[in-house]
Structure formats: C-alpha cells, structure tokens
C-alpha cells in the first residue's frame, strides 16, 4: 500500500506570495491532518478534514486554511506569507476518526519564505 | 501550558548502551491516547507505538519496550543495545478523546548513538 505523499516536497517563496501544497491520504483513509513543524515551535496542529469537512482547528491565523477533495485529497493555502511560516508543513493521514487512530506521516513539504 | 513534555533535548550514547527516553503528559479526560513516533533525517514521522488509557500493561517490541505509569502521567520509551540507525528525534504525543485527530507533540528528544 502506497504511503502519504506530499507535493512539492520543496518550495521558496517570497514575503506577500501564496502558496498552495497537496497531500495525498493512504489509500481508504478519509482523515487528513495538517501540522506545521518548526525548530521554535515544534509540531503543531493545524487542521484536521474528515470527509471533505474540517473537523478541527488549531490555532493558526485565518491566513491558513485547507480544503479536502472527495476522493480524500487534501490541500493546504497560505496566504501572504510571512518569514515565519518558513517550516516542513507535514501531512497525516487516518483511517478512521477520533483519538484512537495512529496517524501516518508524508514526507513533509519544506516551505522556505525568503 | 505544555500538554506533553520531553524534558531531554539532546541524548547521546554509545552504541550497544540502553537508553531511556521520558515523556510526561497533562490532560484532565480520563480517555486519552498516547503515541511515539520517530523522525529520521529525511523527516517523515515513522509510527512506533500507540496506547490508551486504560491500558497500563507495558509493552515490548523488540529492542524498544514502553513503561506507561498513571500516576506519574508518564509514558516513557526505552531502546535496548542500542543501534546507530537508532538515531533520530523521537515524538510523544496525545491525543484526547475531545479534539479527536488533533496530536499535542513534546517537543521532542535528539538521539545520536556513537559506534
């Protein structure tokens, strides 16, 4: 079974621009979540869609918003970027929803804003 | 306040030496999750282990074996004879029953195992 795969897996952008990554769930699972990673701040919750609907949100700026396809792709916006948003943005996919499920991590998208 | 502390940053062992790896959490639901995953250099979160909260059995796999104590709030991560390909950042997390999906991450711990 293939893994979660997240496109591009680099990106340079400059301050203002948008950016727009993808990410691509186990095949079955219906649960995708968002989580941005950097060294000050670690890992931290973003978004999680579950049926083309978003289930949950961390706390993050309206900057960052996500949708999910019906054949549970998922895809991730930023707007008017800042410095700050330099980090790997990591996807994860589940096969059922709620806390009991382990998640499975893509390769991470590398955002660098210049 | 932290949900999941790790408190070491940086480990380093030589190789063949165990090594414990400590995670304590902070929730006030009685049904939780907790997780481990490796991070390797090329960053993809690799799953290792997941446990409930009623579920304080320990468990072994392997070389990597898992105390999880209640009353400490820990869930500590334990490597036998360590290996060189044991180096990586390892990542508690838990999850609760009411922010379904959502993982809170430590911070994470650096291990470098020296052949």
């Known amino acids: 079974k293939a893994g979660v795969t997240q496109t591009p897996r680099y990106l340079i952008k400059t301050r203002g621009q948008q950016v727009t990554l993808s990410c691509s769930p186990i095949?079955?699972?219906?649960?995708v979540s968002w989580y941005q990673q950097t060294p000050g701040q670690g890992l931290q919750f973003l978004f999680e869609y579950f049926s083309e609907t978003q289930r949950n949100k961390g706390n993050f700026p309206g900057r960052f918003s996500g949708r999910q396809f019906s054949n549970s792709r998922s895809e991730m916006n930023v707007s008017t970027l800042e410095l700050g948003d330099s980090a790997l943005y990591l996807c994860?996919?589940?096969?059922?929803?709620?806390?009991?499920?382990?998640?499975?991590f893509g390769p991470g998208t590398r955002l660098t804003v210049l | 306040a932290q949900k999941v502390t790790q408190a070491q940053t940086e480990i380093s062992v030589v190789e063949k030496e165990d090594v414990t790896l400590d995670c304590v959490y902070e929730?006030?639901?009685?049904?939780?999750?907790l997780f481990w995953y490796k991070q390797p250099p090329s960053g993809e979160l690799v799953f290792l282990i997941r446990?409930?909260?009623?579920?304080?059995q320990n468990e072994i796999s392997g070389r990597y074996s898992w105390n999880f104590q209640k009353s400490t709030s820990s869930f500590n991560f334990t490597i036998t004879a360590s290996q060189v390909v044991d180096s990586a950042v390892y990542f508690c997390a838990l999850s609760e029953v009411n922010t379904g999906n959502q993982f809170y991450f430590g911070t994470g711990t650096s291990l470098t195992v020296i052949p």
């Open positions: 095949s079955g699972h219906r649960s």
């Open positions: 446990r409930n909260s009623f579920d304080e």
């Open positions: 994860a996919s589940s096969g059922r929803q709620g806390s009991a499920s382990e998640q499975f």
């Open positions: 929730t006030r639901d009685t049904t939780y999750y």
